[in-house]
């Protein structure tokens, strides 16, 4: 079986369940060794498996990436083991609550910007300097549609999102002349996760596609390369 991704590194964040762990095994059977990391030891564990049962291989870090100093102590801790990072897909993110502008509590509003963009600062910054010794660095971000278009009731979210996306694309337009860098930003669109049903309580979860239809429409990515500043949305 041709493993178009062998000697490769990954990194997938919120790997535990969802997106994040279909693209962690997606990445993985193409033959990258994934690092996954997301606060759930126990999931992490049964997408190491997933990956090993399919031939491929991975480590796990379980932490909470909003945590000081977390990023630093991963970046730290990969960058003994391996010299660079081929490739980067930031998936962690949270909901928060629906709710008016007028209503956003504060506290969880602090708490969805620290992850969906502080925290997404922090891992670039961190990863930088090993996405510069790959030999065509590639960082995939997941965002929203809510990001580009606003909805009411979704500003707390949608916010975040269009941080992240600016965040993101400033980055690439940063190293691409200078590095082997690539930055892109995917919308998986409706898919069935955990928080898809949070925000759609009363939806068939069989109505909308499965994660892996996201996580291999990234692993192509990865696998064909794309120039900075690709955006698609998965249909």
Request: neutral net charge.
């Amino acid at each position: 079986m041709t493993k178009p991704l062998a000697n490769r590194i990954a990194l997938v964040t919120g790997a535990s369940r969802g997106i994040g762990a279909a693209t962690a095994l997606a990445l993985g059977k193409a033959g990258a060794h994934v690092i996954l990391t997301a606060r759930t030891a126990g999931g992490l564990e049964e997408v190491e498996e997933a990956i090993d049962s399919a031939g491929g291989t991975a480590t796990i870090a379980p932490m909470d990436l909003t945590e000081n100093e977390s990023i630093a102590r991963l970046a730290g801790a990969i960058s003994e083991r391996w010299d660079a990072l081929d490739m980067l897909v930031l998936n962690a993110a949270t909901l928060g609550s629906l709710s008016a502008t007028g209503a956003i509590d504060f506290k969880e509003f602090a708490k969805v910007l620290t992850l969906n963009v502080t925290a997404q600062a922090a891992l670039l910054a961190a990863f930088d300097p090993m996405l510069r010794k790959a030999a065509s660095g590639r960082v995939i971000g997941l965002t929203s549609s809510v990001g580009r278009i606003p909805r009411a009731y979704w500003g707390s979210y949608g916010a975040s999102k269009a941080a992240f996306e600016n965040l993101l694309l400033s980055y690439g337009e940063e190293v691409r002349h200078i590095t082997g860098i690539r930055t892109a930003l995917v919308d998986p669109g409706a898919t069935r996760t955990k928080m898809r049903a949070r925000a759609y309580p009363g939806e068939n979860p069989e109505t909308v596609k499965a994660p892996e239809v996201v996580a291999e429409r990234i692993a192509a990515l990865m696998t064909a390369g794309f120039e900075t500043g690709h955006f698609e949305r998965v249909e």
